[in-house]
């Protein structure tokens, strides 16, 4: 989020409200705010006007800089529940399968969800999907060439890599656990040819990269290349 359309919702916020006795101003993405752009709503926050109310919306706390989580109170949403969103996303996507899966890889947020079907995600999911194939069968540096490709995507990609690892650890055991629900004959047949213990191995530096990614900006492509040749090269 650029500077300029906070740069207008401040402006707005000094106009008194016409019918309702507040204003109420929503940034949907505070994680996702340039500097430029926090910086500007800041001043904002510390001293706001009378009659305005801020609600900053973030899928990452650690994300938002801290000067403007010290200014604000927290409340944590809970995740809606899954069916909830299967319906609402039946109203677009005709798939029952599909929309399972969207809602899955949605985490209990109907607005995530409908983000990756409306921008067909899935394609995303495939290539992480290929890459993980290509670190199985020992063909690391593909893999290390998909994420060079995917540079721009590299949160997202690294988030469905995730759901993939838990996917292949538990198709095994409870299928109906499995978040990837179209692809389950492709993720049983990795545990077939990868011990459980290469993916757990896997999983658990993974989550490390996650953790590190929520809270700065390190080169992310870097970590995960470092993850898949941890795991894979020694295997």
């Not at 989580?69 to 996303?89: A, D, H, T």
């Not at 590299?154 to 109906?176: E, N, T, Y």
Request: proline share 4%; aromatic share 8%; with cysteine.
């Amino acid at each position: 989020i650029g500077v300029e359309p906070i740069r207008e919702l401040v402006t707005k916020s000094t106009m008194f409200p016409i019918s309702a006795p507040y204003r109420f101003f929503v940034v949907d993405g505070a994680d996702r705010m340039t500097t430029a752009a926090a910086n500007a709503i800041l001043k904002r926050l510390e001293e706001p006007p009378a009659l305005s109310r801020f609600f900053m919306l973030a899928e990452s706390y650690d994300r938002v800089i801290p000067t403007i989580r010290s200014r604000c109170g927290r409340v944590n949403f809970k995740k809606l529940p899954e069916s909830f969103i299967v319906q609402r996303l039946s109203q677009f996507e005709k798939d029952p399968d599909k929309a399972l899966v969207y809602a899955r890889l949605g985490e209990g947020s109907v607005g995530r969800a409908t983000r990756y079907w409306g921008s067909n995600r899935l394609t995303l999911r495939d290539r992480a999907l290929g890459l993980l194939n290509s670190s199985v069968q020992g063909d690391v540096p593909s893999a290390f060439s998909t994420i060079d490709e995917l540079n721009k995507d590299l949160s997202l990609l690294l988030r469905f890599l995730i759901f993939l690892v838990h996917d292949v650890l538990v198709v095994g055991v409870d299928q109906s656990r499995v978040i990837n629900q179209d692809i389950c004959e492709e993720l049983s047949s990795m545990t077939s040819r990868v011990k459980s213990t290469i993916f757990s191995s896997l999983w658990s530096g993974l989550r490390v990269v996650n953790e590190r990614n929520e809270s700065s900006y390190a080169n992310l492509g870097f970590q995960l290349k470092s993850a898949l040749a941890t795991t894979f090269c020694g295997a």
